[in-house]
């Protein structure tokens, strides 16, 4: 069974960026769709970002797009979120996620990192 490890959270002023990276170890990374999702304190955890199993096919949160880029590198086992212009309401827990299919409801993914914490300041 695959395991998920996020990193690159911290905290940010609102405006600024971060780069979150998710490494897969066993499984086969390159077969499976991925996804990210955050969790902020007292609310239900939400659709960010996914990308299936071939690089070019992506799919964000109305919220995120355009500001967020989901990608993956298969030969390092390796999922990307690339986030710019952070606001403070988008303080959480960031989690990566892998499943047979890159859609937007966290149920259908089926091994879950131990998410990375993000705090935008105000």
């Known amino acids: 069974q695959a395991q998920l490890v996020e990193s690159g959270g911290g905290l940010v002023q609102a405006g600024g960026s971060l780069r979150l990276s998710c490494e897969v170890s066993?499984?086969?990374?390159?077969?499976?769709?991925m996804g990210w999702f955050r969790q902020a304190p007292g609310k239900e955890r939400e659709f960010v970002a996914t990308?299936?199993?071939?690089?070019?096919?992506?799919r964000y949160a109305d919220s995120v797009e355009g500001r967020f880029t989901i990608s993956r590198d298969n030969s390092k086992n390796t999922l990307y979120l690339q986030m710019n212009s952070l606001e403070p309401e988008e303080t959480a827990i960031y989690y990566c996620?892998?499943?047979?299919?890159?859609?937007?409801?966290?149920?259908?993914?089926?091994?879950w990192g131990q998410g990375t914490q993000v705090t935008v300041s105000s």
């Open positions: 990308i299936a199993w071939s690089p070019g096919v992506t």
């Open positions: 066993g499984g086969t990374f390159s077969s499976y769709a």
């Open positions: 996620a892998e499943g047979p299919r890159s859609v937007v409801t966290p149920k259908t993914y089926l091994i």
